[in-house]
């Protein structure tokens, strides 16, 4: 059912709307899907409302002790996302299919938690929360952050390179790729109203290539703003990619797997010639049913104002990351 509401202030501008044809492409594409027995992707655009600034949690939690990574200290043109904002309007597909999860997240039991790190490694680990916060020194990044859906934000998230993990578990020679399992109970994480989450490929699962995730970039986050993730940013540790679509970064880690072949993932399963394993940002390559050479950037201001910019390739990050895929 298509619910129709009334534009608020926040929401975008009729120029920036999907076009009725593309919707309904859309829709149509998702009844293919119900057929074939996948039971339609819900994929990320469905729901894509935002919740105003006063309708909002309360954002701070712990603080963590960090240094600022100079390399990352600031992105020249543009501005650091509302904080507010990058709080209200999220993914998180195991809450919900729209952009206002945050009430749904608060459900995340984050006590005792733990990741494993298994697989093809001489060290296999066992993370608590104390280790991901004290085993690694935690630095501030400051990251452009680029949805598939076509909007960005601008980040600073705390934590340590996926780099140094590796290094701790030492990974053996014919370790290829690494997967990473997200926190999955079906009593509490009962993804989107449509389609059921049974239908669906839970528990979230995303990849990198071993290369990839040893890049300098690749980041874990168990922090953002400051402190602590709040649950709908992914806490207690997610994954962050900055030069991938958003989607390619797992939020509540569980389970990291080095593996030798590439490991199957949740929205490429789902839709893979929509959701391609590599997913770097690239203005050229369109996604089937929009473009991605714009994109919609939301700023400092706590009103969701979006300004239209150009997408950068590898978004921006070319000099770090061009040479994985020379």
Same mark, same amino acid.
């Given at each position: 059912?298509?619910?129709?509401?009334?534009?608020?202030?926040?929401?975008?501008p009729e120029h920036q709307v999907t076009s009725e044809t593309a919707f309904f492409n859309r829709r149509r594409f998702l009844k293919t899907l119900v057929g074939a027995g996948i039971a339609g992707s819900a994929l990320p655009l469905i729901g894509c409302q935002a919740q105003?600034?006063?309708?909002?949690?309360?954002?701070?939690?712990? !603080?963590?002790?960090?240094?600022?990574?100079?390399? @990352? =200290?600031?992105?020249? *043109? /543009?501005?650091? #996302?509302?904080?507010?904002?990058?709080?209200?309007?999220?993914?998180?597909?195991?809450?919900?299919?729209?952009?206002?999860?945050?009430?749904?997240?608060?459900?995340?039991?984050?006590?005792?938690?733990?990741?494993?790190?298994?697989?093809?490694?001489?060290?296999?680990?066992?993370?608590?929360?104390?280790?991901?916060?004290?085993?690694?020194?935690?630095?501030?990044?400051?990251?452009?952050?680029?949805?598939?859906?076509?909007?960005?934000?601008?980040?600073?998230?705390?934590?340590?390179?996926?780099?140094?993990?590796?290094?701790?578990?030492? !990974?053996?020679?014919?370790?290829?790729?690494?997967? @990473? =399992?997200?926190?999955? *109970? /079906?009593?509490? #994480?009962?993804?989107?109203?449509?389609?059921?989450?049974?239908?669906?490929?839970?528990?979230?699962?995303?990849?990198?290539?071993?290369?990839?995730?040893?890049?300098?970039?690749?980041?874990?986050?168990?922090?953002?703003?400051?402190?602590?993730?709040?649950?709908?940013?992914?806490?207690?540790?997610?994954?962050?990619?900055?030069?991938?679509?958003?989607?390619?970064?797992?939020?509540?880690?569980?389970?990291?797997?080095?593996?030798?072949?590439?490991?199957?993932?949740?929205?490429?399963?789902?839709?893979?010639?929509?959701?391609?394993?590599?997913?770097?940002?690239?203005?050229?390559?369109?996604?089937?049913?929009?473009?991605?050479?714009?994109?919609?950037?939301?700023?400092?201001?706590?009103?969701?104002e979006w300004q239209e910019v150009p997408t950068l390739k590898y978004n921006g990050y070319g000099e770090f990351v061009a040479s994985l895929y020379s």
């Open positions: 059912m298509v619910l129709i509401q009334i534009p608020q202030r926040w929401q975008l105003t600034a006063t309708d909002s949690p309360t954002v701070g939690t712990r !603080p963590l002790p960090f240094s600022t990574n100079p390399l @990352f =200290t600031q992105i020249a *043109d /543009r501005d650091l #996302t509302n904080e507010l904002v990058a709080a209200t309007y999220n993914n998180f597909y195991e809450f919900g299919g729209t952009k206002g999860i945050w009430r749904n997240a608060q459900a995340l039991p984050t006590e005792d938690w733990q990741v494993e790190v298994t697989g093809l490694v001489n060290n296999p680990r066992t993370f608590d929360l104390d280790d991901l916060t004290k085993s690694f020194p935690l630095e501030e990044r400051i990251y452009r952050f680029r949805c598939v859906e076509a909007w960005a934000m601008v980040v600073p998230w705390l934590g340590f390179p996926m780099n140094a993990l590796l290094q701790a578990v030492d !990974p053996k020679s014919n370790a290829k790729f690494v997967r @990473f =399992t997200s926190f999955f *109970d /079906r009593e509490i #994480t009962k993804g989107p109203t449509f389609p059921p989450s049974q239908f669906l490929p839970f528990p979230y699962t995303e990849s990198l290539r071993i290369d990839e995730m040893a890049n300098d970039l690749a980041f874990f986050a168990v922090g953002v703003y400051g402190h602590t993730l709040p649950k709908q940013h992914g806490a207690p540790i997610r994954a962050v990619i900055p030069w991938k679509y958003g989607f390619k970064g797992a939020k509540s880690i569980v389970k990291i797997e080095l593996v030798d072949t590439q490991p199957a993932t949740f929205w490429n399963t789902l839709s893979p010639g929509e959701y391609k394993f590599e997913s770097n940002v690239d203005p050229a390559v369109p996604h089937p049913r929009w473009s991605q050479a714009k994109e919609r950037l939301i700023g400092a201001n706590a009103e969701f």
